[in-house]
């Protein structure tokens, strides 16, 4: 059974930092790509990074040079790191797995929802000016 928990959120003000945990089990974490998306009230849920297996990462214009993703295989753990925050970084993050495996756990071309088929419950960051 897939379980991703994320923990780590809370409240900050603007140029603050916090960094996010998800702990993952249930299944062979190295062989699937991971990734962090976040949901603003109104706002469609959108990806903010996808870190590969292999720990190769990539990111939305948004948060580049701002949030670091990382991974631990050896802890079943993905990270994200986020500095300089902005109030327009206020949303729910999700930690998701891709729905299928790949090989050396690459991630899909497409980095849209449909494409991650697990998601955790959540964890709220928010940032006040």
């Known amino acids: 059974q897939v379980q991703l928990v994320e923990s780590g959120g809370g409240s900050v003000q603007t140029g603050g930092s916090l960094r996010l945990s998800c702990a993952a089990s249930?299944?062979?974490?190295?062989?699937?790509?991971m990734a962090w998306f976040r949901q603003a009230p109104e706002k469609e849920r959108e990806v903010v990074a996808v870190v590969a297996g292999d720990g190769s990462t990539g990111y939305s214009i948004s948060v580049r040079g701002r949030f670091t993703a990382s991974r631990d295989n050896a802890k079943n753990t993905l990270y994200l790191n986020m500095n300089s925050l902005k109030p327009e970084d206020t949303a729910m993050y999700y930690c998701?797995?891709?729905?299928?495996?790949?090989?050396?756990?690459?991630?899909?071309?497409?980095?849209?929802?449909?494409?991650?088929?697990?998601w955790g419950q959540g964890t709220q960051v928010t940032v006040s000016s």
């Open positions: 249930g299944y062979s974490y190295s062989n699937y790509c």
């Open positions: 998701a797995r891709a729905s299928a495996p790949r090989s050396a756990g690459t991630c899909p071309s497409q980095w849209r929802p449909p494409e991650f088929g697990y």
